[in-house]
Nanobody, 127 residues
Framework: QVQLVESGGGLVQAGGSLRLSCAQS????????MAWFRQIPGKEREFVAA????????AYTPSVKGRFTISRDNNRNMAYLQMNSLKPEDAALYYC????????????????????WGQGTQVTVSS
């Protein structure tokens, strides 16, 4: 059983930074693609960023590219999302997600491809 627990959300002024963390408990963290999604009430869950198993390939939605950085620490079973230059439109409930993968290069931006999800951490950005 894989469990994901996010932390690090909060209230920040526009232009500020937050670092989200995702702790995975379970087996073989290095076998999972890790990703961050976000959701606003009444809207579909949106892909934010993903990182492959070894952590050497990352992908971002265009609106966060250059401002957000996804990373992982395979020794600590942790994934991170560093968010800089935050904008009011970045405010959402942010979810960590994990997908079991057989290949080192894989990543995906499709929510349905991820089997395991955290409970979410709220990010609020004041203008």
């Amino acid at each position: 059983q894989v469990q994901l627990v996010e932390s690090g959300g909060g209230l920040v002024q526009a232009g500020g930074s937050l670092r989200l963390s995702c702790a995975q408990s379970g087996r073989s963290f290095t076998n999972y693609v890790m990703a961050w999604f976000r959701q606003i009430p009444g809207k579909e869950r949106e892909f934010v960023a993903a990182v492959n198993r070894p952590g050497d390939t990352t992908a971002y939605t265009p609106s966060v590219k250059g401002r957000f950085t996804i990373s992982r620490d395979n020794n600590r079973n942790m994934a991170y999302l560093q968010m800089n230059s935050l904008k009011p439109e970045d405010a959402a409930l942010y979810y960590c997600a994990a997908k079991l993968s057989a290949t080192a290069f894989e990543w995906t931006d499709v929510p349905g491809d991820y089997r395991w999800w955290g409970q979410g951490t709220q990010v609020t950005v004041s203008s």
